[in-house]
């Protein structure tokens, strides 16, 4: 949204709704700038998103490399002159980057917020980029990736995104460490200045400050911002139609790791309340269905659940389970048989109704804290909603009818829907093998 102030008449009503912003605004540079009051200890929380579009392999890769050294200095301090700045101002700042975005999170003393605006637009704008800078951090980086490869719960992540998207797309949207250690200073310095500008950033601020003289200090420090190229949003990948469930070795596991993706509505659709709803009582909240079955009734599985991954206009739904290698194929069937129920037994007024109490309450228990309120709205914001969606989140749901949760639960939930990795010793799949080429029964 652009424009002026937006002020909540209902910071304090008594329907514990989630405070609307004081202001939301976008500068002439592009930034946008979205400022809540909240007043519960001497501190603003500071969330800034730098949205991207990762379209070579490697790309990822670099990002996060910029984000390692982002707070590693600026053309003005070293590390330690940076470090030292941020303490005298009882300010913490860190920096990571994903597929679609860079983000800077952190908080300050509340009147130290202009000073440490100051330092993070220093930051972005002019970062320490020379070699005795990078190169530490370059290795760092390669080991971190190199040792996540190893890790059952990565493998899965980057079998699933093959699985999703397909290998082309798959190699832009995760790291290698051979990619880490090849880049250099030169190739930091055309990164930032392809991708580190102010148009699409969004940069949210909760606590306790004056909404306008917080937006004076963001204009009087992030106004010189560039705004950067126009080509800087993430891009929607196309699904990839990956059909049967792949196996991917890991011999001598004890423990399988069990992914399965299905795509599902973004979550500016008017659809997306409905959907929510219907994978709560699937496998979303402690009382669901999976949950129940799978945990309590059987004891196959000891972390399990479902959820909706969102991205800027579109959104997957994920359902995840870790369980015994021996219990892998059995527990398999029981997700099938769950996913198969919600339209052959769809939810029950009953459990939408207790699916709408649980969505409304845990999503205002989560943002309670300044912290995660400054969280929730930067990746609401970078998915693509407006600053006002928490607050309308609790009417929104009351206001779903109970035949549409029917309809998504009929519509998203069928097994055909879903693609997926198993992570598992050969064995503890190999009653699903389907051929050679590691595809699993489903």
């Given at each position: 949204m652009t424009g002026g102030a937006v002020h909540s008449p209902l910071r304090d009503a008594p329907d514990a709704r989630l405070p609307l912003p004081d202001t939301d605004i976008v500068l002439g540079n592009g930034l946008r700038v979205?400022?809540?009051?909240?007043?519960?200890?001497?501190?603003?929380?500071?969330?800034?998103?730098?949205?991207?579009?990762?379209?070579?392999?490697?790309?990822?890769?670099?990002?996060?490399?910029?984000?390692?050294?982002?707070?590693?200095?600026?053309?003005?301090?070293?590390?330690?002159?940076?470090?030292?700045?941020?303490?005298?101002?009882?300010?913490?700042?860190?920096?990571?980057?994903?597929?679609?975005?860079?983000?800077?999170?952190?908080?300050?003393m509340a009147?130290?917020?202009?000073?440490?605006?100051?330092?993070?637009?220093?930051?972005?704008?002019?970062?320490?980029?020379?070699?005795?800078?990078?190169?530490?951090?370059?290795?760092?980086?390669?080991?971190?990736?190199r040792l996540a490869t190893h890790q059952p719960a990565a493998l899965a992540q980057h079998a699933l995104l093959r699985r999703r998207y397909g290998e082309?797309?798959?190699?832009?949207?995760?790291?290698?460490?051979?990619q880490a250690a090849a880049c250099t200073p030169d190739d930091l310095a055309e990164l930032h200045a392809r991708h580190l500008g102010a148009r699409g950033a969004v940069l949210v601020l909760v606590g306790d400050l004056r909404p306008e003289e917080a937006v004076a200090a963001v204009t009087d420090t992030f106004g010189a911002w560039a705004a950067g190229p126009t080509a800087g949003a993430p891009g929607v990948p196309s699904w990839f139609p990956g059909g049967a469930l792949r196996g991917v070795e890991r011999s001598g596991a004890v423990q399988s790791v069990i992914r399965l993706a299905a795509p599902a509505h973004p979550r500016?659709?008017?659809?997306?309340?409905?959907?929510?709803?219907?994978?709560?009582?699937?496998?979303?909240?402690?009382?669901?269905?999976l949950v129940t079955r799978l945990r309590e009734e059987k004891g196959y599985a000891y972390q399990l659940g479902s959820g909706v991954e969102s991205v800027p206009g579109a959104s997957t739904l994920m359902v995840e389970a870790d369980t015994a290698a021996e219990h892998t194929v059995p527990a398999l069937a029981v997700i099938k048989a769950e996913l198969e129920r919600m339209a052959a037994e769809p939810p029950s007024v009953r459990e939408v109704d207790a699916a709408r109490s649980y969505a409304a309450g845990s999503t205002a228990t989560a943002m309670s804290s300044p912290g995660a309120l400054a969280s929730g709205l930067a990746n609401l914001l970078h998915a693509g909603v407006g600053s006002d969606w928490l607050h309308n989140w609790g009417p929104l749901l009351a206001g779903v009818p109970y035949d549409a949760v029917v309809e998504a639960a009929?519509?998203?939930?069928?097994?055909?829907?879903?693609?997926?990795?198993?992570?598992?010793?050969?064995?503890?799949?190999?009653?699903?093998?389907?051929?050679?080429?590691?595809?699993?029964?489903?």
């Open positions: 979205v400022v809540c009051s909240a007043p519960v200890v001497p501190l603003v929380e500071v969330r800034l998103t730098v949205p991207y579009a990762a379209t070579e392999p490697g790309e990822v890769t670099r990002c996060q490399l910029l984000a390692a050294v982002l707070l590693r200095g600026t053309a003005h301090r070293d590390a330690d002159g940076y470090d030292a700045a941020l303490a005298a101002h009882g300010a913490t700042l860190n920096a990571a980057a994903d597929a679609d975005k860079l983000t800077v999170a952190g908080h300050t009147d130290a917020l202009p000073a440490v605006l100051a330092l993070l637009a220093e930051t972005v704008r002019e970062p320490r980029l020379t070699r005795d800078v990078v190169l530490p951090e370059r290795e760092a980086l390669a080991r971190r990736v082309e797309v798959a190699a832009r949207r995760q790291p290698a460490p051979e500016t659709d008017p659809g997306y309340p409905a959907l929510h709803l219907a994978q709560l009582v699937f496998g979303g909240s402690f009382a669901s269905r009929r519509r998203f939930f069928r097994p055909a829907r879903f693609t997926g990795v198993v992570v598992a010793d050969d064995a503890a799949v190999a009653p699903l093998r389907l051929g050679a080429a590691g595809e699993l029964a489903f």
